[in-house]
């Protein structure tokens, strides 16, 4: 469950995170935005865990602005455990542009967080300045497939091509796989084909609120059940 928030501004509407993240770094809001976000999502995760009675994965984008706070990481566990969430059922969303910076720095802090027993997902992979040898360093579980490339996997043979290598790599890494923007069943099939299990996109579902979320597992949950009936 991939946790991002669609603002909602009286004249313009519905502000999606790619405008306003941007707008929030620059003026300097993002530090206690990503801390409003983290508190806000895992409290309300645990509740919708709670009432379904059921588990899982809560993924949550984190800025190199939250990084280069004081005592981030520490924040970040406090809330976590208060939250109820367990911490191996979080995973923390970076890109590759944090590694611009002190690289011993950032590997310490996500080191940290591993030893939590928190995942780590590297966001939008192959658009920045990952090279395969800091893949090799980098203690993370996910690679996420820009959705660049998968706009065009049907298409563009070298898109095609560098994604199914790229799930190569991370299962030769013993990494999982996300392809992002996934919107139709023919790009589904074709990542399937290459070895990704793992989706995000509107062929699955769009941005939701909580409520609507709740009945969407639901749904999820009833349609599992009534497949296994049919097919016992």
Avoid at 16 to 26: G, M, S, T
Avoid at 98 to 107: R, S
Avoid at 112 to 135: A, E, Q
Wanted: hydrophobic residues 40%; contains cysteine.
């Amino acid at each position: 469950m991939n946790v991002w928030y669609v603002g909602k501004n009286p004249d313009l509407g519905f502000v999606p995170p790619n405008e306003f993240i941007k707008v929030a770094e620059d003026i300097g809001l993002m530090p206690e935005l990503g801390h409003y976000i983290t508190q806000t999502s895992l409290r309300q995760m645990a509740e919708l865990q709670q009432q379904l009675q059921q588990e899982f994965q809560v993924s949550i984008n984190i800025s190199l602005k939250q990084f280069s706070q004081p005592y981030f990481f520490e924040e970040f566990i406090k809330v976590a455990e208060k939250s109820g969430v367990k911490l191996t059922n979080i995973t923390i969303e970076v890109t590759e542009s944090l590694f611009i910076e002190d690289l011993n720095f950032i590997l310490g802090i996500l080191h940290n967080f591993r030893k939590k027993g928190v995942s780590i997902s590297l966001d939008d992979f192959g658009t920045g300045f990952s090279s395969l040898s800091l893949l090799r360093q980098l203690p993370i579980q996910e690679l996420k497939i820009d959705k660049a490339f998968v706009d065009d996997i049907l298409t563009d043979d070298k898109d095609a091509t560098l994604i199914n290598n790229i799930i190569q790599i991370a299962n030769d890494l013993g990494m999982y796989t996300v392809a992002e923007g996934v919107e139709t069943l023919e790009q589904k099939k074709k990542l399937t084909s290459y070895g990704c299990i793992l989706y995000q996109g509107y062929y699955f579902a769009k941005p939701m609120g909580i409520n609507d979320l709740k009945n969407f597992i639901r749904d999820i949950g009833n349609s599992n059940i009534n497949n296994s009936e049919n097919n016992a």
